[in-house]
């Protein structure tokens, strides 16, 4: 018996790991801004972490903008550690919850590997390529996925994620366009967290299904 109960809790937190490590995300992103001594595209001598003219990248950095170490960088990599492995896990797994094509379950597997993979490896010299990546394969997972929910008849996903999606986009097409850079810090945490709570609340309802992949 208490084998079996503590299989059944593995699982259980197996299942819902992308909720329990985006919960983390959260936590371990305000400790790292807590501890970040300073400095911002708008003004490199401020004191502490502003939400407003702070990336949320810039915590994982091991020497603040206003050139301090930054003690909480350790924190904000497992951070980003958690929420891309959270999403990749999420959307790879997504075809056991919701019928699909086995087409489509393949593509969205590929690219939600691809997210996660990248998503852990968003600091360090690797940062810039590891985003692009991240940046398109989560285009690809977001647009298979939103298909998937109007294929069963998920319309508040749909639209909770139609939404994330064009956040993110928009995000995107400021940060690679360099335009209103004033205002991406401040906006890119808007997006983020919309994706993130959806994820996290999608994880929580849809675990309680299993459906098998239909087939092509």
């Not at 492995?85 to 393949?106: D, H, N």
């Not at 593509?107 to 998503?119: D, E, H």
Request: positive net charge.
């Amino acid at each position: 018996m208490k084998q079996a109960d503590k299989k059944f809790n593995l699982y259980a937190v197996l299942e819902l790991y992308p909720a329990l490590g985006i919960a983390a995300y959260f936590l371990l992103f305000y400790v790292a801004a807590k501890l970040y001594p300073g400095g911002s595209q708008a003004d490199l001598r401020s004191t502490g972490y502003s939400w407003i003219n702070n990336y949320w990248c810039e915590l994982m950095n091991h020497a603040a903008m206003n050139g301090q170490l930054n003690p909480g960088a350790g924190y904000a990599i497992i951070a980003m550690m958690f929420a891309g492995s959270a999403i990749g896990v999420f959307f790879y797994r997504l075809p056991l919850y919701c019928k699909t094509t086995a087409s489509k379950a393949r593509i969205i597997r590929i690219s939600a590997a691809l997210t996660g993979i990248s998503g852990v490896m968003l600091f360090g010299d690797f940062h810039n390529p590891a985003l692009l990546c991240f940046n398109l394969a989560t285009l690809v997972t977001l647009i298979v996925a939103l298909i998937i929910m109007l294929e069963n008849s998920r319309k508040a996903f749909f639209a909770a994620g139609l939404l994330s999606m064009t956040l993110i986009q928009i995000n995107n097409v400021m940060y690679y366009l360099r335009l209103g850079v004033q205002h991406i810090p401040w906006f890119q945490k808007i997006a983020i967290s919309a994706v993130l709570l959806w994820v996290a609340v999608m994880n929580v309802k849809l675990s309680r299904f299993k459906r098998p992949i239909s087939g092509d």
